[in-house]
């Protein structure tokens, strides 16, 4: 049985299908991409698998249980984790402190009750941050680390709940060809250590070619393309709604940094 299967999954926002009955599975232990042009509703399936919109139809089965109609908190403690940019982390707390407040919320702590703050399990959060390559910078303030280190934070954070399945939206953005590479390896490096999924969106095609088990394609809120990546590159529907148009987003957005 498939960790995560999503059976007709649909979203309309007024007359807009943003999703349109999409159907796939997702098995312990792989890497799946979800991609797709502008609009295509990824983002919109991701935030129902994660609770945080509620989908118009269909079902999303997390190990047997049915995840449509939760709130995100339980959806989070049946094992659905996230990756939280930048910003949401607490850049003038140490690494190991950011890792000891997501294992205080993994507990149902509140901050008011952590008497001995710099004690709360840290020797858990420090092993956290061993998995991830950070443990010799555990005592520096985020504020401080390197972009690619900040995001290795980030990813201990997101598996200190131990999630089945951890959701990953652009997990690159932003970042150098060799610090992509690096967070992909590390990505890849949990998964198969932690029996771990993850669904993750990615603008990259080197990324997705590079580290991705399968890819399933959106486009216009229908699934019109699944399959090993490399198998797909030619498939001429993937080639038409993506690659056909001659523009890889990476290309979409350098021209917007171009001056008219
Ligand atoms: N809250 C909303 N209200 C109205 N329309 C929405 C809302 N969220 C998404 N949409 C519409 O639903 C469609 C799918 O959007 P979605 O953000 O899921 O696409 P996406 O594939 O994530 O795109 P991008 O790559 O640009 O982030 C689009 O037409 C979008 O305009």
Redesign the pocket.
Known sequence: MSLLKVSGLGKS??G?R??DGINFELPAGELLALI??????????FNMVNGQLRADSGSIMLNGNELVGLPPRSIWKLGVGRTFQIAETFASLTAVENVQMALLSADNKLLSTWRRASAYKRNQAIDLLDQVGMAAQADRPCSVLAYGDVKRVELAIAIANDPKLLLMDEPTAGMAPKERNDLMALTKKLVIERGMAVLF?EHSMDVVFAYADRMIV?AR?RLIAEGKPLELRDDPKVQEVYFGSGKTFEKKKAAVKEPA
């Open positions: 926002f007024g807009v943003a999703v797709g042009p502008n609009g295509a509703g990824k983002s919109t399936t969106t959106l809120g």
